[in-house]
């Protein structure tokens, strides 16, 4: 019963776009967004609806990423890259590259197995950045 109240909430008209902007991401994002080629990736195809909400929400949020720099995908399995930044395993197992588990309530009591598990965005400017 619980899973179906949560999908019926994230699936609601405006929960991608009234999201909260996590404490210190855009100063870090525009920091890693000028060191490195920088890519915002998605899995937005689970939730069709929320594609322009997410898109809308990054322009107000994050104006220096540019709509190159953002994929929306089904699978992040396609996703080629050095470094991914992500919440959830399924995201971070698949990836071949240097993952940081972003810790988050659904994710924090679990072991972060060989990813690196962040808690802030400035321990991953400390990681990244310095």
Not at 12 to 30: C, D, K, R, Y
Request: charged share 20%; aromatic share 12%.
């Amino acid at each position: 019963m619980a899973f179906l109240n949560a999908m019926k909430y994230v699936n609601s008209p405006g929960f991608f776009l009234n999201a909260p902007v996590i404490e210190n991401s855009q100063a870090v994002m525009q920091k890693l967004n000028e060191r490195y080629e920088l890519f915002v990736v998605s899995a937005a195809m689970e939730f069709p609806a929320s594609l322009p909400e997410k898109k809308s929400w990054l322009a107000a949020h994050f104006p220096f990423i540019t709509w190159q720099q953002i994929v929306f995908c089904g699978s992040k399995a396609i996703i080629k890259a050095d470094i991914m930044i992500d919440d959830h395993f399924k995201n971070l197992d698949i990836f071949s590259g240097e993952t940081l588990l972003f810790t988050q309530p659904h994710n924090v009591l679990a072991d972060a197995g060989r990813h690196n598990r962040v808690n802030s965005w400035s321990e991953i400017e400390q990681l990244l950045l310095l």
